[in-house]
Nanobody, 115 residues
Framework: QVQLVESGGGLVQPGGSLRLSCAASGSGFSISAMGWYRQAPGKQRELVARITYGDRTRYADSVKGRFTISRDNPKNTVYLQMNTLQPEDTAVYYC?????????WGQGTQVTVSS
């Protein structure tokens, strides 16, 4: 079993920055990839960014050049640095950890971009 603890969400003005973190803990698991999804009110959940164990990354077109995903493998932690935030980035952000057996979802953290 894998437990995920997310942190770093909050309220920020347009143009501002936030950094999300997600730490995975447990035993007997091997992480292949980690990532972030988001879901805005009335919209489907969408992939924001994903990073593999070998540091291959993938981003949604809407966040390319503004968001950066990174990971600390020994700490089983993934980060999402979000810069130049816009109101359309407002959503609940979910951490996802993919292991050799299954995927695990975090509880979600709210990001609100508003003046």
């Amino acid at each position: 079993q894998v437990q995920l603890v997310e942190s770093g969400g909050g309220l920020v003005q347009p143009g501002g920055s936030l950094r999300l973190s997600c730490a995975a803990s447990g035993s007997g698991f091997s992480i292949s990839a980690m990532g972030w999804y988001r879901q805005a009110p009335g919209k489907q959940r969408e992939l924001v960014a994903r990073i593999t164990y070998g540091d291959r990354t993938r981003y949604a077109d809407s966040v390319k050049g503004r968001f950066t995903i990174s990971r600390d493998n020994p700490k089983n932690t993934v980060y999402l640095q979000m810069n130049t935030l816009q109101p359309e980035d407002t959503a609940v952000y979910y951490c996802v950890v993919e292991t050799t057996n299954r995927g695990y979802w975090g509880q979600g953290t709210q990001v609100t971009v508003s003046s």
